[in-house]
């Protein structure tokens, strides 16, 4: 019967993974905040009409596809209710739409 200390190898091993995990963390923010500062090459501004009442979302994109995209989904979640709803505002054609680039 042997007593003594527990070796100190598992302790090692958890302070190292915490320390890995804390590092993998800090990189992930990181990213997370440089991709949400970076300035959008793309501003569109799209108007949408949906049973009569209208809406319009200004919004700034990585492409003028992307921004355009966006901005519709963005108008037709103020004037759309529930998925069918939504689509239908979606597949529908603009009343106005305005892209630039924003460089």
């Given at each position: 019967?042997?007593?003594?200390?527990?070796?100190?190898?598992?302790?090692?091993?958890?302070?190292?993974?915490?320390?890995?995990?804390?590092?993998?963390?800090?990189?992930?923010?990181?990213?997370?905040?440089?991709?949400?500062?970076?300035?959008?090459?793309?501003?569109?501004?799209?108007?949408?009409?949906?049973?009569?009442?209208?809406?319009?979302r200004?919004?700034q994109?990585?492409?003028?596809?992307?921004?355009?995209r966006?901005?519709?989904?963005?108008?037709?979640?103020?004037?759309?209710?529930?998925?069918?709803?939504?689509?239908?505002c979606?597949?529908?054609?603009?009343?106005?739409?305005?892209?630039?680039?924003?460089?």
């Amino acid at each position: 019967m042997t007593t003594g200390a527990p070796p100190s190898q598992p302790r090692r091993a958890t302070h190292t993974a915490r320390w890995v995990v804390i590092a993998a963390s800090v990189l992930f923010m990181g990213i997370v905040v440089y991709r949400s500062l970076q300035v959008a090459g793309h501003e569109c501004s799209v108007c949408v009409e949906f049973h009569g009442r209208e809406m319009c979302r200004t919004v700034q994109g990585a492409s003028g596809e992307e921004a355009a995209r966006s901005a519709m989904n963005n108008a037709c979640a103020q004037l759309a209710s529930g998925v069918t709803d939504t689509m239908a505002c979606e597949r529908s054609k603009p009343t106005k739409m305005e892209c630039r680039t924003s460089n």
